[in-house]
């Protein structure tokens, strides 16, 4: 899936679904996608409307911001920077944002 196509309508209905990621040092683990939501837009902005992915990993195995192939069963491979942003809000692992702007 290319970045610059994706809007908030593509991962909406995929929250609570997995997505693998590789990390080369860390290895292989499920996020979960917990949250997708709009995000308010500026004056004179983006080409599209920006919205927010939250995830949620294992509270074992952290990762450091930078870029991750996801890889999704139905979006298949995106390319996303993502945030570490601490504990999930429901407390039950680790949090990571992605902006799309």
Same mark, same amino acid.
């Given at each position: 899936?290319? &970045?610059?196509? $994706?809007?908030?309508?593509?991962? @909406? %209905? &995929? !929250?609570?679904?997995?997505? *693998?990621? $590789?990390? %080369?040092?860390?290895? !292989?683990?499920? +996020? ?5 939501? %709009?995000?308010? @837009? ?5 080409? *599209?409307?920006?919205?927010?992915? !939250? /995830? =949620? ?5 952290? +990762? ?15 390319? +996303?920077? +993502? !945030?570490?942003?601490?504990?999930? *809000?429901?407390? =039950?692992? /680790?949090?990571?944002? @992605?902006? /799309?702007?």
């Amino acid at each position: 899936m290319d &970045h610059g196509d $994706v809007c908030l309508a593509d991962f @909406a %209905p &995929h !929250v609570g679904s997995s997505f *693998r990621v $590789v990390h %080369p040092e860390a290895g !292989v683990a499920s +996020l979960e996608l917990s949250g997708a939501e %709009p995000l308010r @837009a500026w004056p004179g902005a983006p080409r *599209r409307d920006p919205f927010s992915l !939250v /995830f =949620r990993g294992p509270a074992s195995y952290g +990762l450091p911001q930078g870029t991750f192939v996801l890889e999704h069963e139905s979006l298949g491979s995106l390319s +996303l920077f +993502l !945030v570490p942003i601490g504990p999930a *809000r429901d407390g =039950r692992g /680790f949090g990571y944002q @992605a902006i /799309f702007n």
